[in-house]
Structure formats: structure tokens, C-alpha cells
């Protein structure tokens, strides 16, 4: 992370893969997270919470899709519609069956998980962008589905109001309360990634990204490692939808279109693609992007023009900016934001003393 | 960061009120959440502007009894994120009430407004059943629901055919199939039982950019007495062609309030859509007093009136959005006094009675357990390239209405 | 039965309309291997571009038609100039994402400069239908879609040519299959990408000026694109025959799920249907109907 790995020699492969390169590791990683759940959310008031919470959601659905995509090489276009999975599987469980959230979560990302099997499974078959286009098949048929079976969707609105979480007696209601409730599940999230790729499975996957055929051939089973890796960013996924239903207080399909499902590739491939660090830095800045652009645009917009006209004009400017922002980003670094970061640090590795 | 630049902010802002009357009172601020550039973009930039110009003209004539009162627009790109960001920022600067925007993001608001204790409006979107002030304390359709639209399609339709000695037989209703397009289907079964005609769906799936088959059936199969559309974004247009093709003649489609504005008959053509029908939940045209106050206050200032208010249909509805918003901070001034909270304006909306605003308005009347205010629409048509009136504000099937809201 | 024709013919109308906005997306995939997600958001700013000519300009029909085919190849030739030429040989990801913030771009650049309310494209082509009696089987034809079919006929056969024929579409097919054996070879890679966005903007134009007259010209126009997907993915990704075909058949198979299957289920069935069918079209044959067979070897 921000340490510098300024002579750093590794000499077993157990070095390499370890969590914490240098011990300095260890003590920026507990000062972020003392920052995180310590002093920001002391500090911040309910703006910057809700404007956290929204990016800390974004954070675990963005580690999810790089799971698969990132990490294993399979584009998928479905995963709003497993958000919307795990979204309804809580709300039913929750208002149905009354359980408590803890058991909402999981089961939430369990159902997704198993329906992500099932639309990835066309993996064995096809790949590339063709099976990009058969999950979004499924990201339709989920849609319907959800729309038209009301037995799921609970009634033709489509929407389930859910009550607010709680844990043991403490009720999760303020975005405060709210921000420590998603902050853990995302830390959760973040940590369970980073052990992936250090076990078997998660080397699976990179091999299978980087040549399916020759990982075929020294022997890792493609077909059940495809579908793992469709089960965990699934189950992800689902987790992301149900932490969504339970800060909004409501289950509903419509915000999990394909529109989202797009908006998170974007995420991950403007944070960097295979890497965790990349899929926080891509969440976190697209979720940013509109707020802030609304803010530079309204403040140099307001000098020039009256007000009525501003309206119509920044908003139009914003959507322009932010795609000629998400041209400018791919053509200056293709790689995403993490390489953008590494290229930082590689500065500093030696700095101030560079050769 | 966003302290320099919520400074700059306030700094054009304290710019552009130098130019305006010193306040004496105090200022309440109204949230105004916008799509201008999503998929609704269509709507928006028509609506919004006359919510500020009908808040720019309360200003203007001495505020809501000397308090200015203050539109915080921000947009939402119909995106629910947004909508709960932009949210949580109004409410940092104080809003009394809000307008929201769009179905889905009313829904992801509503649990957040009841715990806040602030007011919103959904005029003609949201969910049904919010008309029951019991239930959804915090949320007010203040136009006609889904269900009102329904039952006054029904009842407009079934005196036409009766003023011209025919009987009903067979009613297609065509609707855009989302959770919104679906919500009047269980009003149109009762009635069809209740009536005795044969009722028959047809669904448009998004984007609704293309529905022949759907109207071949209607036209070539089916063919009903009346058509009922229910349909968003580009589709309506699409429906206008399309019954005009199969020779479906229009005078015998309903449209309901959001496939009815100029925009849709315009994307048609006027001559095409001669004929056709639609519900609106405020007036159209610029025939209102209050229309014309407003291009009067742009002519005093020199100024051109907006070009938005070509665009009646939406900017009129903004005008009526606005108008319950301030009707409502009026009530409540007046029984609580100017250091006004978000709950004092509920109960300000749960006053409003005899606003028409000189016709625009329908005779709303909120009530605390009818939040919709009556569920009111006028049917217009087109005429000879504009919208022309056809009845004045009705209601229908009030009993039908009740049962719904009980059951659900 | 007559129905049943009625919505078969139907939708090979229909199909052809759908026919035309894929070919724009196969061209830019043959050419250059990139999912184009600005598709339906090109035909939709083609449109803004054709009805302010003739509304606001009231430029003649002919001359707008040659002025938006031309404007419409130049921006192509600019898209490809500016974001595109500095990715190549970059990972196709990173071209599908630059299409996405491009799509942005546009969708903000429309309403900006031609306001956001629905504009109409009048064409001089008469609405009204006409009757066909096909081996006793009448069904209604409107002139529109035998303009689209026209066109996209048209499109087939010139890029058909284009593309088995001559050196320039050989070229841009070699340059689709490798882009740095291509490069050995001293094939010039960034002309051939200029140019197949060229002819992307070239059937954008002539997409957007057909459905603008269906749907009138907003923002919406640009949801066309959406109905590209399993259209390209039946015929297969990179055919232009394909396309056609694909377009037809998600015509046919849309009316028909629409006439059908909806009155049993409730719910408008033809989003997906094509979908399933496209899922099964990619288990039986993964490359489309009319795609490339990509043979591996390591």
C-alpha cells in the first residue's frame, strides 16, 4: 500500500506471496484501518457518511467482479442482476421469515452465487466476448423474472421495504451506525480476496486467465474452476445487493440494470483490472467522479451564466466530462488506476536519493 | 476540497441574491431532485423549469409571508445512488420538503424520509398505495396514482361510448412492462368484472422502442372498442405510429399522463396523432393566470419568456409541483411560524384545499389519510396540432380505489 | 395462420431495421476487435445531426442526407484519430471501456447542442401501409421498412464485396485477426481502423435518419443499440451476412414470442426470448451462425 519497498529482497516463494512485504506493512495497513473506523467516521458528518457508504457498497462489488474478470478473464455483463439475486433473497428472507441480518448477508450472496453458476456455466462452451453477451442474457432473464413472478418481487411494484438491521439489540439505523455495518462487511471482503489469490484456487484462476489451454493441460480442471470463480464473484455480488437493500431500506430490480452491471466493468477497468487495490481505487472514483464534477461545474459554471441556465447546461457538461475523463484515463493509463499508483511508487521507491 | 469549492458555491450564490430584494424573513429551502441528462431527460428539462419559475414568482411577489423560499435542484441522472447522495446533502442544508424524481428512486427515499421526517412528492410516479397518508406518513403522490388514472380512463371511456349509444365490449389496455407500467392491472380486472367488458393486456417490454407485433394484435386480432396505453419514455410516440399504421383509429386511445405531452405527439407528428387522447393531472397551454404572470415577470426583467414553456404539458406540471410545495410551507407557517421543520410542512400538505391556481391545478384536497389529494385528471386531445380539452377535472370509482388500498 | 404470417412478415420488417444498426457494430468488430457499446449512441447523435439540419437549417432532404453521411464519416475518422488510435495494441478491454465513456459523450453532446425535446424527422416517405397478398395471405407493409430493407441490402452487398474482394477489406480482416502480424506484414493498422469507423459512421448515419423517422429524434434513439446484441451474436460477431440474418431472425422470433407467448405468461416476452435463443444459438454453434470458427492450437 503507501509504504515504500525500497530494498526489498525476496527469497522464497513464501516471501513473495506474503500479505505484508515488510513489517512497515503491517502498521500502514492498522493506520488505515484505524482511520477508517476510528477517526473518519468520528469526524464526518452524515454527507460524507452516505457519499462512503455508497463507495464502500461499490468497493465490494467491484472486488467481486474483478474476481472473475480481473482474475480469471471471464467478461461478465449479468452482474447487476445477481446483485438483484442477493437484493431479493434478503428482503424475503428478512420480512418473511423475520431473520436477522447475519443470516440475511450470507444467504443473499449464497443465492447469487448458485444463480451465477448457472449463467456462467455456458463458460464450458464459449468465452471472450461471446460469453460476455450470454451473461447479459442472463442479466435479461433475471430482470424478467423478477418483474413478472411476484411471488419473488412481492407484488406487481416489484419492491420490498425491509426493516432496518440488527445486531444482537443494536439497531444499525444512522449512516454512522450504517457506515461501521458496511465498512466491516467491505474489510471482510477486501481481506478474503487478498487470501484468495494465495491459495490454490485463486492461482487457479490466474492461470486459467492467462492461458486456459495450457492450465488445462498441467492439470487444473477449467470447467469447475470457471464456475468457482463465477460462485465467488456471484456470491459477492449478491452481498453487494443485499448491503444496498439494507441501506436503502428496500429491495427493488430497477436500480440493478444493466446500466449497473456496466457501470462496475467500468469501475474495474478504470481501477485496473487483477487487482483488489485497483477495484477500490476504481469504486471509489467512480462514485466520486459525478459528485465532485457537479461540484467543479456549478462552481465555474455559476460565474458565467444565471443560474436557470446552469441547470441545463452543467448537467449535460458533467455527462461529457465524465466520459471524456473515463477516454482520458484509458489513454493515458490503459491499466487502470492501480498502475497509475504503482507508477507513483516505483518514483519514490528510491526517492530522494534516484539514480 | 469541497469546502473551497461549497465556498465558491456560496459565493455565486450570495451573487446572484445581491441582485435580488433584501430578505427580511427567513429562507426555506426545497429540495428538487432533477434528471436532465438520464434516460428521462425528455421530462426533465421541462418540468424542472417550472418549479423554480413558479418558486421565482412567489419570490418576486414578497415570498411565502415574507420568507423567500429557495429551490436546491440537483441531478440525479434517474440514478438511486445519486438520488440518495444529492439527498443527504439537501437535508445538510435544511430542506422542509422535497420533490422527488422517478419511481425507483422515490421507493429507495421513502424509508429514509419517514425516519427524517421529511415531506416528498411524487406528482403521477411513485408507488399507488402511497396515496394512504397511514401508511406512507412522509410520502405524497399529490397527483393522480396509477390506480386514479385507471378507474378515470375507464369511466371516461365508458361514458364516450355511451354518449354515442354504443356498448363496451373490449378494452385493450397496451403498458410498458416494469413494476410501474404493471401497477394499474388488478384496478383494470375489477373493473372489467365490475363492467362487464373484456379486458385484454398487451405488454411493451423496455425500451419500448418497438411494439408492431403487440399492435398488429390489437389491430388485426383483437380489436378492441378502446385502447388504454400506458407507456414511458419514447414508446408512446412509437404507439401513435404504430395504431396508426394498422389503421387503429386514434380517437378511440387513452393514453395515460406520461404519453401524453407535446413531445410524444411531436416525435409522431400532429397530423399523424390527430385525435389521440390522454390524461393529464394538471392543465395545459399557457391560458392560466399563472402562466402568465410568470412570462410577465420575464418581460419586466427583460428577458424572453423561457422556451421550456412551449413544452406545456411538463413545465405545467412543474408549475403545479412547486405550487403544493409552497401551498404547503404556507400552511405551515401559518400554524407553527417561520422556524418551520420537515414535519410541520407534512402537516402543512395535509391543509392544502381550493389551490387551482386558476384552473392548472386540480381541486386538490390532502387530507391525512389521502395523500394524493382526490386522484383528479382532466382527458385532452389532439386537435388541429395542440392539445385541446375534452372534459374537466373528474374522479372515478372511489370504492374500487378504497378496497385496493386496504387489501394492499 | 394469417396471423401467424402477418407477424412473420412483420418482423422480417422489423428485422431488417434491426439489421442495419448491427451492421455498424460488425464492421468495428470485424475491423478492429472491439465491442463498439456507443453503437445505438452514434445513429442517436446521427439523428440530433439530420433533424436539425432540416429542421432548423431547412436544408433540403437529399443534401442532408449526403451532409450527415459525410458528417457522420468524419466523426468516425475522429473518434478513431483521438481515442482510439492511442490504444492500439492495448487490451481489448480498455477499447470496449473507451467506446462506454464515448457513449457518455455523446449522450451529453445531443441534447447540449440541439436541446433535449423530441424532435420529428419528417421523410418524404408515406406512412400509410400497404396491403400484400402473398399466396393468399394479405399482410401490411409500411414503406419505411422497405426502405430499411433496402438499405440494409444495399449496405450487405457493398460491404460484402468490400470485405471478400477487395485488397482494403482483406486487409482490414487481417488486421481484425492480429493486429501486430499485421502491423510485420506492413498492413498500415491505424488507416484500416480509420476507415472501419468511417463506415460505421457512414450506416449510423443511415441508421439514425431511418429510426429517427420511427421513433423521433431524443436521447431515447440511442436505446436501439441495446437490440444489437443478440442480433450480432446470432449471426456471429464478425459477419456481415450475420448481422442481416441475426436481424431477421430476432425480428421474426420477437413478433412472434410477442403474439404468442405473452397472452399465456402475462408479460412482454420478447426482450428475452431472443436471448434464450441466443443462449442456445452459443451452445450449439459458440461463434454464431455465420462467425469465423477460431480454431486454437497451442
Known amino acids: ?355 | 476540497m469541497t469546502r473551497s469549492l461549497a465556498l465558491t458555491l456560496a459565493a455565486v450564490l450570495a451573487l446572484a441574491a445581491a441582485a435580488s430584494p433584501v430578505w427580511a424573513g427567513h429562507e426555506i429551502a426545497v429540495g428538487l431532485q432533477c434528471d436532465r441528462v438520464g434516460p428521462t431527460n425528455t421530462i426533465g428539462p421541462f418540468l424542472c423549469p417550472g418549479a423554480h419559475d413558479y418558486v421565482k414568482l412567489v419570490n418576486k411577489k414578497g415570498g411565502v409571508d415574507g420568507h423567500r423560499v429557495r429551490v436546491i435542484e440537483i441531478d440525479i441522472k434517474y440514478q438511486v445512488p445519486l438520488a440518495v447522495e444529492s439527498y443527504e446533502k439537501m437535508k445538510q442544508e435544511g430542506i422542509v420538503s422535497l420533490m422527488l424524481y422517478g419511481t425507483p428512486q422515490t421507493y429507495a427515499l421513502t424509508p429514509k424520509l419517514t425516519e427524517d421526517r421529511i415531506p416528498g412528492t411524487a406528482p403521477g410516479f411513485g408507488r399507488a398505495d402511497a396515496t394512504d397518508g397511514t401508511k406512507y406518513p412522509y410520502v405524497f403522490p399529490v397527483a393522480a396514482s396509477y390506480w386514479s388514472q385507471a378507474t378515470a380512463a375507464v369511466k371516461f371511456l365508458l361514458d364516450e361510448s355511451k354518449k354515442q349509444g354504443k356498448k363496451v365490449g373490449k378494452v385493450a389496455f397496451l403498458f410498458y412492462d416494469n413494476p410501474a407500467g404493471r401497477e394499474p392491472l388488478p384496478i383494470l380486472e375489477t373493473l372489467a368484472r365490475r363492467e362487464g367488458f373484456e379486458l385484454r393486456t398487451f405488454a411493451v417490454p423496455p425500451p419500448g422502442i418497438e411494439m408492431s407485433a403487440q399492435v398488429l394484435d390489437i389491430g388485426g386480432r383483437f380489436r378492441p372498442d378502446w385502447v388504454i396505453t400506458h407507456l414511458f419514455g419514447r414508446s408512446p410516440s412509437v404507439s401513435i405510429k404504430e395504431l396508426k399504421r394498422v389503421g387503429y383509429p386514434l380517437d378511440r386511445v387513452v393514453s395515460f399522463v406520461w404519453g401524453a405531452a407535446e413531445s410524444d405527439v411531436e416525435a409522431a407528428g400532429w397530423a399523424t396523432a390527430e385525435g389521440y387522447l390522454g390524461l393529464q393531472y394538471a392543465g395545459v397551454g399557457q391560458d392560466f393566470p399563472v402562466i402568465q404572470e410568470i412570462v410577465k415577470m420575464y418581460r419586466d426583467e427583460g428577458q424572453a419568456p423561457p422556451k421550456e414553456m412551449a413544452h406545456s404539458v411538463y413545465y405545467n406540471r412543474g408549475v403545479l409541483w412547486a405550487a403544493v410545495h409552497v401551498e404547503a410551507i404556507r400552511n405551515a407557517i401559518k400554524k407553527f411560524g417561520p422556524q418551520i421543520k420537515g414535519e410541520h410542512v407534512k402537516q402543512g400538505f395535509e391543509m392544502i384545499k381550493g389551490v387551482t391556481l386558476g384552473g392548472l391545478v386540480p381541486p386538490l384536497e390532502i387530507t391525512p389519510n389521502d395523500h394524493e389529494g382526490g386522484g383528479w385528471v382532466q382527458v385532452w386531445q389532439v386537435k388541429g396540432g395542440k392539445w385541446t380539452r375534452v372534459t374537466d377535472w373528474f374522479k372515478a370509482y372511489p370504492d374500487i380505489l378504497q378496497e385496493a388500498l386496504k387489501k394492499s | 395462420m394469417d396471423f401467424f404470417a402477418l407477424l412473420v412478415v412483420n418482423g422480417l420488417l422489423v428485422g431488417t431495421l434491426y439489421s442495419l444498426i448491427a451492421l455498424g457494430f460488425v464492421l468495428i468488430y470485424k475491423a478492429t476487435d472491439a465491442i463498439n457499446f456507443a453503437q445505438g449512441e452514434l445513429v442517436m447523435i446521427a439523428g440530433f445531426f439530420v433533424a436539425a439540419l432540416i429542421q432548423l437549417y431547412r436544408v433540403p432532404l437529399a443534401a442532408t442526407v449526403a451532409i450527415a453521411v459525410l458528417a457522420m464519416m468524419l466523426l468516425g475518422f475522429g473518434i478513431e484519430r483521438v481515442m482510439l488510435r492511442p490504444l492500439i495494441g492495448r487490451p481489448v478491454i480498455a477499447v470496449i471501456m473507451a467506446t462506454i465513456g464515448l457513449a457518455a459523450i455523446l449522450k451529453g453532446t445531443g441534447p447540449l447542442v440541439w436541446g433535449a425535446e423530441t424532435k420529428n424527422l419528417p421523410l418524404p416517405i408515406p406512412e400509410a401501409p400497404f396491403l400484400v397478398n402473398v399466396l393468399d395471405v394479405v399482410v401490411l407493409v409500411s414503406p419505411i421498412q422497405l426502405v430499411a430493407a433496402g438499405v440494409s441490402l444495399a449496405f450487405l452487398a457493398v460491404f460484402g464485396y468490400i470485405f471478400l474482394r477487395s485488397r482494403m477489406g482483406i486487409a482490414m480482416r487481417a488486421v481484425a485477426d492480429s493486429q501486430q502480424v499485421a502491423m510485420a506484414m506492413g498492413i498500415n493498422v491505424e488507416r484500416y481502423f480509420a476507415l472501419a469507423w468511417a463506415m460505421a459512421g457512414i450506416v449510423s448515419a443511415l441508421g439514425g435518419i431511418i429510426w429517427g423517422n420511427l421513433l423521433g429524434v431524443d436521447v431515447h434513439l440511442a436505446l436501439v443499440g441495446l437490440k444489437v446484441f443478440p442480433v450480432v451474436i446470432l449471426g456471429g460477431l464478425d459477419s456481415i451476412p450475420g448481422a442481416v440474418v441475426g436481424g431477421l431472425i430476432v425480428g421474426v422470433v420477437e413478433g412472434v414470442a410477442a403474439g404468442y407467448i405473452d397472452p399465456y405468461v402475462g408479460g412482454g416476452t420478447k426482450d428475452f426470448v431472443p436471448y434464450l435463443l441466443m443462449i442456445l444459438a452459443l451452445m450449439v454453434r459458440p461463434y454464431g451462425i455465420f462467425g469465423k470458427e477460431i480454431i486454437e492450437r497451442v
Open chain 1, 1 to 355: 500500500m503507501i509504504h515504500r519497498e525500497c530494498g526489498v529482497l525476496k527469497t522464497s516463494y513464501a516471501a513473495d506471496m506474503a500479505l505484508y512485504p515488510v513489517p512497515l506493512a503491517r502498521w500502514t495497513v492498522g493506520a488505515i484501518a484505524a482511520a477508517a473506523f476510528g477517526v473518519f467516521p468520528l469526524l464526518a458528518g452524515d454527507y460524507l457518511l452516505s457519499i462512503a457508504n455508497l463507495a464502500a457498497i461499490a468497493v465490494v462489488g467491484a472486488i467481486g467482479l474483478n474476481i472473475l474478470t480481473g482474475y480469471t478473464g471471464q467478461i461478465s455483463l449479468g452482474h447487476g442482476a445477481f446483485m438483484s439475486v442477493g437484493a431479493y433473497t434478503a428482503a424475503i428472507l428478512a420480512t418473511r421469515a423475520g431473520l436477522p441480518v447475519w443470516v440475511c448477508l450470507p444467504a443473499g450472496g449464497a443465492m447469487a452465487a448458485l444463480v451465477g453458476m448457472i449463467v456462467g456455466s455456458p463458460s464450458l462452451r464459449i468465452k471472450g466476448l461471446y460469453l460476455a453477451i450470454a451473461t447479459l442474457a442472463g442479466q435479461f432473464v433475471i430482470e424478467w423474472t423478477i418483474n413478472h413472478v411476484t411471488w419473488i418481487s412481492g407484488g406487481v411494484q416489484a419492491s420490498i421495504y425491509v426493516p432496518r438491521p440488527a445486531l444482537g439489540g443494536l439497531l444499525i439505523q444512522s449512516q454512522r451506525e450504517m457506515y461501521y455495518f458496511i465498512m466491516t462487511v467491505a474489510a471482510l471482503g477486501v481481506v478474503a480476496a487478498l487470501n484468495l489469490f494465495r491459495t490454490r484456487a485463486g492461482r487457479a484462476f490466474i492461470a486459467i486467465r492467462d492461458h486456459d489451454v495450457a492450465a488445462e493441460i498441467i492439470g487444473i480442471h477449467i470447467f469447475r474452476y470457471k464456475l468457482l470463480a463465477f460462485a465467488i464473484s456471484s456470491f459477492y455480488a449478491g452481498v453487494t445487493g443485499v448491503l444496498y437493500t439494507y441501506y436503502l431500506g428496500i429491495a427493488n430490480y430497477e436500480q440493478f440494470t444493466i446500466v449497473t452491471s456496466i457501470d462496475f466493468l467500468a469501475m474495474i477497468i478504470i481501477g485496473g483490472l487483477g487487482s483488489i487495490l485497483g477495484s477500490i481505487f476504481g469504486a471509489v472514483f467512480l462514485t466520486l467522479l459525478p459528485i465532485v464534477l457537479r461540484y467543479v461545474v456549478e462552481g465555474i459554471g455559476g460565474l458565467f451564466f444565471t443560474i436557470p441556465d446552469v441547470l441545463n447546461l452543467i448537467t449535460n457538461v458533467q455527462l461529457i466530462l465524465f466520459g471524456a475523463l473515463i477516454v482520458f484515463f484509458l489513454v493515458v493509463e490503459p491499466e487502470g488506476l492501480n498502475k497509475l499508483w504503482r507508477n507513483i511508487k516505483d518514483y519514490f521507491r528510491v526517492w530522494p536519493f534516484a539514480y
